[in-house]
């Protein structure tokens, strides 16, 4: 007996609110503000236009993180985040580039929520919260 629950309509109720939730924070640019970490440590990067996540409706992301741009995939069910980046440019970032870290917390996403209008990401292992804000278009 299959107990998936459907809608008037036949759509399965799961995969309507999976796609009512990539609706809601997909299609922004969002521009990371900072992090802050459990133990009180904040990362801010000098210029946050240059670290940006956009969350494409199929599942696919763009990413910006300093000289190089990233793509790869997500996937959203209820307020759990996954991604997964899986291809990159090669370029050297300077010393002092936050790359590394910014792609680490990314895929160590695990719980979104969106809070006046600002996009928050808590890390796996409640280690922290990345803070992103929509990219102003000009």
């Known amino acids: 007996q299959d107990n998936t629950l459907l809608l008037l ?7 309507r609110l999976t796609e009512e939730k990539k609706q809601e924070v997909s299609g922004p640019v969002w521009q990371w503000m900072q992090t802050l970490y459990n133990d009180d440590r904040k990362v801010v990067p000098a210029d946050s236009k240059n670290y940006t996540l956009q969350l494409r409706e199929d599942g696919t992301i763009s990413v910006k993180a300093d000289c190089n741009m990233k793509g790869g995939t997500y996937a959203v069910e209820e307020k759990h985040l996954s991604i997964e ?4 440019t090669m370029a050297a970032c300077p010393d002092d580039s936050l790359e590394n870290e910014f792609v680490r917390e990314l895929s160590g996403a695990a719980i979104y929520f969106i809070q006046d209008g600002d996009l928050y990401l808590d890390l796996k292992y409640d280690s922290g919260t990345m803070k992103f804000s929509e990219q102003c278009q000009k």
């Open 9 to 15: 309509d036949g759509t399965d109720v799961l995969a």
């Open 85 to 88: 980046i899986t291809h990159s």
